[in-house]
């Protein structure tokens, strides 16, 4: 699975510009272009017989030092990173025979016929950086899962402000509840938040605990430095 997390994603408005036509004309051509191309062949049963694809020797130079760092990244990281770095390689083989088709596609190079093409150092290196920002998508995934609880990134700014307000140790739902009410917040909103076993633990009835959210996120190594 690849993961995208945009870094300060911000959505623009609508507007009413039209799409130039020479752009959907250009996809048109390029995916006319794909459909084209003879993929394997049939063997006497009807199935696909898949044709292997050879790197140059310059883009598998390009894969091997990438693949040597990334070795040295999963002798070093924890069980679920190593996991991780072990897919991102497989998913860097294919990224580079996607964007060579797409490259040949776009640009007309070279005779597909037979799909008796090479993996070109060009593709190569569009593939390990693609494979490096997926990379880092999923580091982030995986320190969001391995941290603790933070009520800075779970909460909106009401809720947020009232459990900065409630003090540190027991204390009772009706005092949680005049807290919330004295800033704006619903009885229901305030009980429904206290079931957060990540904010808080339930001592017995009526009576709960705050918790002490600890951070637990670890900065990692980019792949690149």
Same mark, same amino acid.
């Given at each position: 699975? %690849?993961?995208?997390?945009? /870094?300060?994603?911000?959505? &623009?408005? &609508?507007?009413?510009?039209?799409?130039?036509?020479?752009?959907?004309?250009?996809?048109? #051509?390029?995916?006319? /272009?794909?459909?084209?191309?003879?993929?394997?062949?049939? =063997?006497?049963?009807?199935?696909?017989?898949?044709?292997?694809?050879?790197?140059?020797?310059?883009?598998? =130079?390009?894969?091997?030092?990438?693949?040597?760092?990334?070795?040295?990244?999963?002798?070093?990281?924890?069980?679920? /990173?190593?996991?991780? %770095?072990?897919?991102? /390689?497989?998913?860097?083989?294919?990224?580079? %025979?996607?964007? #060579?088709?797409? +490259?040949?596609?776009?640009?007309?190079?070279?005779?597909?016929?037979?799909?008796?093409? &090479?993996?070109? $150092?060009?593709?190569?290196?569009?593939?390990?950086?693609? @494979?490096?920002?997926?990379?880092?998508?999923?580091? *982030?995934?995986?320190?969001?899962?391995? @941290? #603790?609880?933070?009520?800075?990134?779970? !909460?909106? $700014? $009401?809720?947020?402000?009232?459990? *900065?307000?409630? &003090?540190?140790?027991?204390? #009772?739902?009706?005092?949680?509840?005049?807290?919330?009410?004295?800033?704006?917040?619903?009885?229901?909103?305030? *009980?429904?938040? !206290?079931? +957060?076993?990540? %904010?808080?633990?339930?001592?017995?009835?009526?009576?709960?605990?705050?918790?002490?959210?600890?951070?637990?996120?670890?900065?990692?190594?980019?792949?690149?430095?």
């Amino acid at each position: 699975m %690849l993961f995208a997390w945009p /870094e300060n994603f911000s959505r &623009p408005y &609508p507007n009413d510009r039209e799409l130039n036509p020479q752009t959907t004309t250009d996809y048109a #051509e390029i995916i006319r /272009e794909l459909h084209a191309q003879t993929v394997g062949s049939m =063997d006497s049963d009807g199935a696909m017989i898949p044709e292997e694809l050879e790197m140059t020797d310059e883009a598998k =130079d390009v894969f091997s030092a990438w693949q040597k760092v990334l070795i040295d990244r999963q002798n070093d990281a924890d069980e679920d /990173e190593c996991s991780m %770095l072990g897919k991102i /390689e497989t998913y860097a083989k294919r990224l580079a %025979l996607v964007i #060579e088709l797409l +490259n040949r596609a776009c640009d007309g190079s070279g005779t597909w016929g037979g799909m008796n093409i &090479p993996i070109t $150092k060009r593709s190569m290196i569009a593939a390990v950086r693609l @494979a490096d920002y997926f990379t880092r998508n999923a580091e *982030k995934v995986l320190d969001f899962m391995q @941290a #603790e609880p933070d009520p800075e990134d779970m !909460l909106p $700014k $009401k809720q947020l402000d009232l459990f *900065k307000k409630i &003090p540190i140790g027991e204390f #009772e739902t009706r005092d949680a509840v005049k807290m919330g009410k004295d800033l704006g917040i619903a009885e229901r909103n305030v *009980k429904r938040m !206290l079931t +957060n076993k990540g %904010l808080f633990t339930r001592l017995e009835r009526g009576k709960y605990c705050k918790v002490v959210a600890r951070t637990a996120r670890t900065a990692r190594t980019n792949a690149n430095d």
